[in-house]
């Protein structure tokens, strides 16, 4: 029975590693990452469904507050 904290071996340092690496590959996982650190794996939820991916676009090149003018201004224009 262990009663302490477990040594980190160097071989525990390299498998996380290397399972860091394969993660940073995918570009699935990639993109889930960017997401959550710029917070948008909630795009507002009065973005219509077709306009998210603009968001995303437009936050990725600039911030969410101009993604957010900007599709607001494409929502106005579709409605006139």
Same mark, same amino acid.
């Given at each position: 029975?262990?009663? #302490?904290?477990?040594?980190?071996?160097? %071989?525990?340092r390299?498998?996380r590693?290397q399972?860091?690496? @394969? +993660? &940073?590959?995918?570009?699935?996982?990639?993109k889930?990452q960017?997401?959550?650190?710029r917070?948008?794996? #909630?795009?507002?939820?009065?973005?219509? %469904?077709?306009?998210?991916?603009?968001?995303?676009?437009?936050? @990725? +090149? &600039?911030?969410e507050?101009?993604?957010?003018?900007?599709?607001r201004?494409?929502?106005?224009?579709?409605r006139a």
């Amino acid at each position: 029975m262990r009663t #302490g904290p477990r040594q980190i071996t160097e %071989a525990d340092r390299e498998r996380r590693r290397q399972h860091a690496i @394969r +993660l &940073n590959r995918d570009p699935e996982m990639r993109k889930r990452q960017w997401l959550s650190r710029r917070n948008l794996a #909630g795009v507002p939820g009065w973005v219509p %469904a077709e306009l998210r991916d603009e968001f995303i676009e437009v936050a @990725r +090149l &600039n911030d969410e507050f101009v993604a957010a003018r900007y599709v607001r201004g494409l929502l106005a224009e579709l409605r006139a």
